[in-house]
């Protein structure tokens, strides 16, 4: 049996084992033969990254996920990285080929198909990312690769976030992306109306400091609008509760996460991973 599995610190509140073994225990017998893996979940505090992704060179690995803190830590110890991975500045799967390990990065196109699945189209579309992290960072990537006409980067940090946006903006997009100061969101009499809005930042997340509340007020919010939520936990967050109220369409990011875990398992195992097996376990997890 091959191993595989998820890395983080802390990492007890990933549901990634539960819809990452489902796709695995619903392989074929002549993929399981090839493939199979027990999908777990490793705790690994920063001063043992580097021992524990030496060790997943081992044949016995296929690979891992990476979950914060370490998606950007991992970059200098991987051998080869994707253009996604280097582009976004983080990997979150690693695949281990012969004993050479492979940096990847689904977040992006796990987010486009997400959207696509929703029925949201987003060429020549005006977009809003609430947040300025490595979940931010990899939206706007899938979001100039999908070709949005604008994207407007709300964070605490404006030099941060301006940082990030020359960044990309030098990969010659021709989406036009601009930094905007977080308290303009309450005020759409000054700021932009956007077609589409992201939430990036922790804010709702169940357990966390900041459980119950919406990163924005309804006035930030508007009917034409499409709201996606990466939180997705809980499925209904304050934030989509909100839009719905606005009349406004909304995404969860359940989707986002199961498809984002589905390409993953997809270069860990070169099958076809079964989507609709891996979400309803996803949201069963949830529901538990």
Not at 3 to 22: C, L, R
Not at 54 to 72: C, Q, S
Not at 92 to 103: A, D, K, R
């Amino acid at each position: 049996m091959k191993k595989v599995g998820v890395i983080g610190y802390p990492i007890g509140h990933s549901i990634s084992p539960v819809f990452q073994q489902a796709a695995f225990d619903a392989l074929s017998p002549e993929a399981r033969r090839e493939v199979y893996a027990q999908y777990e979940r490793y705790p690994v505090p920063p001063e043992e990254l580097g021992s524990f992704i030496e060790g997943a060179r081992d044949k016995e690995w296929l690979g891992v996920n990476v979950t914060i803190p370490h998606k950007e830590a991992v970059l200098p110890l991987l051998d080869r990285m994707d253009a996604g991975a280097r582009t976004i500045g983080a990997a979150n799967t690693i695949v281990n080929e012969g004993g050479v390990l492979w940096g990847h990065n689904t977040d992006a196109e796990g987010f486009l198909r997400a959207l696509a699945e929703n029925g949201y189209e987003a060429r020549g579309r005006n977009a809003a990312i609430l947040g300025n992290g490595g979940a931010a960072r990899a939206v706007v990537v899938g979001l100039c690769r999908a070709g949005a006409a604008s994207v407007t980067v709300f964070g605490r940090d404006l030099d941060r976030t301006g940082a990030m946006l020359s960044d990309l903006q030098r990969r010659s997009y021709r989406t036009t992306l601009d930094a905007a100061a977080w308290e303009i969101l309450d005020q759409p009499e000054h700021g932009p109306r956007p077609d589409l809005l992201v939430n990036t930042t922790p804010i709702g997340m169940r357990g966390g400091p900041l459980e119950g509340e919406s990163p924005v007020s309804k006035h930030a919010l508007h009917p034409e609008m499409t709201v996606f939520d990466a939180v997705y936990n809980p499925v209904q967050t304050p934030l989509l509760q909100l839009a719905q109220e606005r009349g406004a369409r909304t995404i969860g990011g359940l989707d986002m996460l199961v498809y984002q875990g589905a390409i993953a398992f997809e270069l860990f195992t070169g099958w076809i991973a079964p989507v609709d097996i891996m979400r309803d376990a996803a949201r069963k997890a949830l529901e538990r």
